[in-house]
């Protein structure tokens, strides 16, 4: 089982910076594989950043490389992503999700995760 809440939105104009954390009340490093999702107004959910936590491995949306960063801190039991140099269209509902490290199934793919928070709010204005 996974609990997650984020925090951390917020509204920015273009260009800021926002940091979103996700609190995991019960979270085995071992046992999950961590992704943040977004969702924005009349659109699909997407992928935007994903750590495979055994491995350390990263995933990110090509929207989203080389800006945004996904990390973990174990004994906190948190899950960030560092949003930098933001846009307009990053505007959107952002959730952070959790799912079993031998869950098969692309990164992306936000029906593999079981575990969701309840969402913080990320605007940017241009």
């Known amino acids: 089982q996974a609990q997650l809440v984020e925090s951390g939105g917020g509204s920015v104009q273009a260009g800021g910076s926002l940091r979103l954390s996700c609190a995991a009340t019960?979270?085995?490093?071992?046992?999950?594989?961590m992704g943040w999702f977004r969702q924005a107004p009349g659109k699909a959910r997407e992928g935007v950043a994903y750590l495979y936590t055994l491995a350390g491995t990263t995933r990110y949306a090509d929207s989203v490389k080389g800006r945004f960063t996904i990390s973990r801190d174990d004994t906190k039991r948190t899950l960030t992503l560092q949003m930098d140099s933001l846009k307009p269209e990053d505007t959107a509902m952002y959730y952070c999700?959790?799912?079993?490290?031998?869950?098969?199934?692309?990164?992306?793919?936000?029906?593999?995760?079981?575990?969701w928070g309840q969402g913080t709010q990320v605007t940017v204005s241009s």
């Open positions: 019960t979270y085995t490093a071992s046992a999950f594989c």
């Open positions: 999700a959790a799912r079993w490290s031998g869950v098969s199934g692309a990164w992306y793919s936000d029906v593999s995760y079981p575990y």
